[in-house]
């Protein structure tokens, strides 16, 4: 089975919509899969101001190191959710969980 990769939800900053962006592309430009508009890609906790975002990379405060760092924090907490899915996915098999709820 195919390992997933870890990723974020990011808004697209010209169309709006939720997209899934991998955690690898972070400070990288990315395009909108639905209005096709180039944006750089940047989590919630670490967004920059729009007259940041304008700026190379080198120039804000996720260069370097701290984007480095800020993406295996991303990574770990992605693996620590596959993990936790996984002990649940064995309890249901077991039958120690009888039902689920499925969040939306």
């Known amino acids: 089975m195919p390992s997933a990769k870890p990723y974020y939800v990011q808004e697209c900053p010209t169309c709006g919509r939720k997209l899934n ?18 944006f750089l890609a940047w989590d919630s906790d670490g967004a920059p101001t729009v ?11 996720l260069s370097g190191t701290r984007l480095m760092d800020r993406a ?11 993990a936790e899915s ?3 996915r ?8 009888v039902s689920l709820s499925v969040r939306n």
């Open 21 to 38: 962006i991998r955690v690898e592309y972070l400070g990288k430009k990315v395009v909108c899969q639905h209005c096709r508009a180039p």
């Open 51 to 61: 007259t940041a975002a304008a700026a190379p990379l080198e120039d804000t405060a």
């Open 72 to 82: 295996q924090e991303l990574i770990e907490q992605a693996e620590k959710k596959i």
């Open 86 to 88: 996984r002990i649940m």
């Open 90 to 97: 064995a309890k249901v098999e077991n039958g120690e969980i």
